[in-house]
């Protein structure tokens, strides 16, 4: 059956808009604390590429932050960076290799591209001294944080992921081929996205992109990660917004299966950035998750 042009129209208008990084920061109360709120930013030299970061706040509990598909620290987390206690927590949020601040490398997507991002994120924090961390993952990075989680449990102390899928089905793949024009890119969403990149390393990253999450559609059941879930250990909270139309709601609830132990939260208002436009209400939960 067909749609009528107007309904699909507006239909890849809604997806659009779900890309959009832009965070309503007015809702978020401020800090009146008297400690360091400084948001320093970084480069170290990690398994042959020069990874950028951001880190704040001065707490024991240390948090790294892993954002979504052609995302980086900047674009993906500002109200985190900003509003997350500092006296409570080490706020570190990086740009994966070809991403944000970390280029050079030109991003590329071979099969194994998220297990290459989990070992660039654990070598990180290596590198930068941490002994054990909790992982924060939004989209493309919950799934690298569900991985780097599996791969090392003894790592990791707790985990939140939002917006990640395990597996790639038919579903999934009529909406990443929606996505892959970026000309068709809502305004908002696609701003950022130039500021940061530029027009052509956007537009082709972006459709590199669909190229390679579509690598695991020729795997069975298009397993991205799936294997992996039972190898997690650490407490796992799953937030899924009601109205994330990017995330089919079983992605979440097969997460919630296969991970042990793990909390499933919905949040009914919530689209597919539910931390930017909900920040108080994400980083509350996440906290209290978190303590
Ligand atoms: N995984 C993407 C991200 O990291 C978002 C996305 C999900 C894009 C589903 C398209 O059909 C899609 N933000």
Redesign the pocket.
């Known amino acids: 059956m067909t749609r009528p042009a107007g309904a699909a129209l507006r239909r890849l208008r809604h997806?659009f808009s779900q890309?959009s990084r832009s965070a309503q920061l007015a809702a978020v109360p401020r800090s009146t604390a008297s400690y360091s709120t400084a948001i320093t930013s970084a480069k170290v030299e990690v398994n042959g590429v020069h990874l950028h970061y951001q880190q704040t706040g001065n707490g024991n509990h240390v948090v790294l932050l892993f954002p979504?598909?052609l995302?980086s620290s900047q674009t993906d987390f500002e109200p985190q960076l900003k509003y997350m206690n500092k006296q409570i927590f080490t706020v570190v949020a990086w740009d994966p290799r070809g991403y944000g601040k970390s280029i050079p490398p030109v991003r590329d997507f071979p099969p194994d591209f998220f297990e290459r991002d989990a070992k660039d994120a654990i070598d990180l924090m290596q590198a930068l001294k941490f002994q054990k961390f909790s992982l924060l993952g939004?989209?493309?990075?919950g799934?690298t944080a569900l991985i780097a989680a599996a791969k090392h449990p003894d790592l990791i102390h707790k985990m939140v992921v939002w917006?990640a899928?395990a597996n790639v089905t038919e579903e999934?793949m009529k909406?990443?081929n929606?996505?892959r024009d970026v000309s068709k890119w809502s305004e908002k969403a696609r701003k950022p996205m130039e500021e940061m990149y530029g027009h052509e390393y956007f537009s082709k990253t972006c459709s590199a992109w669909v190229d390679g999450?579509s690598q695991f559609m020729h795997k069975s059941d298009g397993d991205i990660c799936q294997p992996l879930l039972p190898h997690i250990k650490c407490p796992t909270l799953i937030i899924h917004g009601e109205k994330d139309p990017?995330?089919p709601r079983f992605h979440p609830e097969y997460l919630h299966k296969h991970i042990k132990g793990s909390r499933l939260h919905f949040m009914p208002e919530g689209k597919?950035n539910l931390h930017l436009r909900f920040a108080g209400e994400f980083n509350k939960m996440v906290e209290d998750f978190l303590l």
């Not at 939004?138 to 990075?141: A, H, I, K, L, N």
């Open positions: 997806l890309l979504g598909m995302g939004w989209s493309d990075g799934i917006g899928n999934d909406l990443y929606a996505i999450i990017l995330i597919h």
